[in-house]
Each structure stands twice: as structure tokens, then as C-alpha cells.
């Protein structure tokens, strides 16, 4: 049975596991699942449209589910999507999409920190770390193992590259490439996340490698062209390097080869 405070709003709809604590003061709307272990602190709203997964730990005065701060949302039914064994501290803020039947995504093992906000239809992957006061914009992506340091603004439509860090207090207003350290608010690229790297498993020569294509896509001054054939010439071509080299590809020129206009 499920251990509910009696202060506690909870709708009869809302389906709910049985090892389920919701604290005092929490509310929970109609059509909202809670799956095994997940654990309520004190006055968390949970709203409609909103799924969490197993061992999901919810801080005191947290918000999950609530409307798109987005002036085109008008009413319509979208989605929150959880995943399992994530930590989000007091007050943060996760919000369901923008456009019928849209979801915002989190994956699993996220630890956001208090205060921090996820915006409308984000795709947030598994292992991610939002240090206090960080907010992502709508429809941002953030993909496995991306840090991200406190007081941080990220820009809408920008994507966070596997294995990134960005250090604190950076504005982020376009995609910060895979497996580096960005900082600041030109979002200079500094050099490769060797700590983050090390704990993802990536050998010494790999990150290297890594080192190596930072150093001339990043620092050099030539062109991403240049930079890419070069790279691809005289630095072993790992599955991390080719990825990033992908990455910047993309980021840069699209899929159709040309440059992208923002």
C-alpha cells in the first residue's frame, strides 16, 4: 500500500505503486502514473500528462508536468515522459510539450539540482548532471552523460553532445560538440573532458585522439573543411573522433552539406 500523507492531494485516477511516499502537502492530478520506489518529498506537484518510471526521488516543492511556458501553447494534451532512478531536488521544474500529443523526454539516472528548469519539448538522454539554477530552453537536447554547471543558460533548439561539461555561469546559444569542456560566455571550447572521458571508459589513446582533433578543429585557425580532412588524415580514427567529426558536420552545414543559417 502506498504511503500517502493524509495532507496530500491525490486524485483517484492517478495510478500509483504500492511502495510509493508521497509527503505532506503534495498534489497529484488525474491521469498521472508513479512507478515503484519513487519517493515525494513535501508539496511536489505532479500534473497531468505526467509518467515517471521506477526510484524517481522528487524534492520538496518540485514541479513535474506543469504547461509549457510557451506562448503557443494553447490547451492542447501533451506529455511528460520519465524515465528511472532520477534525483530532482527542491523546487526544480520539468514541463510537458508544446503541440497535441508532443512529449518532453527525460531518460534515466538525471540529477538536477534545486531550482534548475527543463523547458517544452526537451529530449533529455540517461547519466546527466544540471547544476543549480540551470535552465534548459524548449525543444533542447541533451544527450548521454552531458554536465552541466550551475547558473547556465541554454538556448532553445541547441543540442549538448555526449560526454560534454559546461562550465558554470556559460550561455549556451548554439550545440556544444561531444566529449569537450565549454565555458563562458563566448562558449569557448577549452579542451577535452578527460575526467568525464576517463569515467565513460575511454582509453588513454583515446582521448589522445580526442586531444588531437579538439586541438585542430577547435583551437586552429583553419576552416571546419580544412580542420575535418586533416583530422581525418593524421588522427586515428576512433569511434569517438568520427562521432564528433559527424556531430560538427552536421552542426555546421546540415544534412544536405550546407551551411546551416540560424
Known amino acids: 500500500m502506498a504511503q500517502i500523507h493524509p495532507f496530500a492531494i491525490v486524485d483517484p485516477s492517478a495510478e500509483i505503486s504500492d511502495d510509493v511516499e508521497i509527503g505532506p502537502g503534495c498534489i497529484v492530478d488525474a491521469g498521472v502514473k508513479i512507478g515503484a520506489g519513487c519517493i515525494l518529498q513535501s508539496h511536489v506537484r505532479i500534473c497531468t500528462g505526467t509518467t515517471l518510471g521506477d526510484r524517481n526521488f522528487v524534492g520538496h ?122 565555458d563562458g560566455i563566448e562558449q569557448e571550447v577549452i579542451d577535452i573532458n578527460a575526467v568525464g572521458l576517463r569515467r565513460y571508459g575511454i582509453t588513454p589513446d583515446g582521448r589522445l585522439a580526442l586531444h588531437r582533433a579538439c586541438k585542430l578543429l577547435f583551437k586552429s585557425q583553419l576552416g571546419l573543411r580544412n580542420a575535418v580532412e586533416i583530422v581525418r588524415r593524421e588522427v586515428p580514427m576512433t569511434p569517438e573522433v568520427e562521432y564528433l567529426l559527424e556531430f560538427e558536420e552536421q552542426r555546421a552545414f546540415g544534412r544536405n552539406g550546407r551551411a546551416r543559417q540560424r
Open 61 to 182: 516543492g518540485a514541479i513535474l508536468g506543469g504547461d509549457p511556458q510557451d506562448r503557443k501553447y494553447k490547451g492542447e494534451k501533451t506529455f511528460l515522459e520519465i524515465g528511472n532512478d532520477n534525483v530532482f531536488r527542491e523546487y526544480a521544474t520539468v514541463h510537458r510539450a508544446t503541440g497535441e500529443g508532443l512529449t518532453t523526454k527525460i531518460g534515466s539516472d538525471l540529477y538536477m539540482m534545486a531550482y534548475a528548469h527543463i523547458g517544452h519539448n526537451c529530449e533529455v538522454h540517461d547519466h546527466i548532471t544540471i547544476a543549480n539554477n540551470s535552465a534548459f530552453g524548449g525543444h533542447v537536447a541533451a544527450e548521454d552523460y552531458v554536465t552541466v554547471g550551475g547558473f547556465t543558460g541554454v538556448h532553445q533548439f541547441c543540442r549538448l553532445g555526449k560526454v560534454a561539461m559546461v562550465g558554470g555561469y556559460s550561455k549556451i546559444v548554439k550545440d556544444v560538440p561531444p566529449f569537450m569542456i565549454v
